[in-house]
């Protein structure tokens, strides 16, 4: 379902960039909100994960766990974090902090102004991205690093989100960072397009 959900923001992303009318994306929008809820209702730990999400102290030991370690770990980093490879939760207290959950292990190392670096340099590779699809007269090519900046800032967005509480539990690696050789393969292979793209660009001028 996060996967489904992911792809779904990022389209309507796409559509609003590409100059789709609101209209047309808001009648877009209400059957996609309705399958969300059948979604939720259709599979019993969508909901649970939902109220571990509202408190997760109601079930600590089990669908609030997860949530609940996250959280130590990004308070136990403060502002400058306890030093890099120092992190306590990652020693089998939070589950996935390798991948789903490695946001917050750095918070936990670097503390927040760890964070703030991390954000800025995310924030830095979608700005430049976009800006190589702007100079790019291609619409194809455009578009395409429009995409590619989009997929990046949504799941970069909601794995933060997931790692703070800020949204239900659900499994999405970070960008680059988390630990799997698929996620790295393929995100490193769209900047490669990009530098391409902008190769042409640069050709062009």
């Known amino acids: 379902m996060s996967i489904t959900m992911t792809v779904g923001i990022i389209m309507f992303v796409m559509l609003f960039l590409c100059g789709s009318r609101l209209k047309f994306m808001f009648w877009l929008l209400v059957p996609a909100l309705a399958l969300v809820v059948v979604m939720l209702v259709a599979e019993p730990y969508r909901l649970e994960r939902l109220s571990a999400f509202i408190d997760p102290w109601a079930n600590p030991k089990d669908e609030g766990f997860q949530l609940i370690q996250s959280l130590y770990a990004i308070g136990n980093g403060g502002l400058f974090g306890v030093g890099f490879g120092n992190s306590t939760q990652k020693y089998m207290f939070l589950p996935f902090s390798e991948s789903d959950f490695i946001f917050s292990i750095i918070a936990e190392e670097f503390g ?94």
Do not use: E, H
């Open 112 to 205: 927040l102004v760890g964070c703030l670096i991390l954000f800025a340099t995310f924030a830095f590779i979608i700005w430049q991205i976009f800006l190589v699809g702007r100079k790019c007269s291609n619409r194809f090519g455009r578009y395409l690093c429009y995409g590619i900046a989009v997929v990046i800032s949504v799941q970069t967005a909601l794995n933060f989100a997931v790692a703070t509480g800020s949204i239900p539990p659900t499994g999405l690696p970070l960008p680059f960072i988390s630990f799997g050789g698929t996620s790295l393969l393929v995100f490193m292979s769209a900047i490669g397009i990009v530098l391409n793209i902008d190769k042409q660009n640069k050709k062009m001028v």
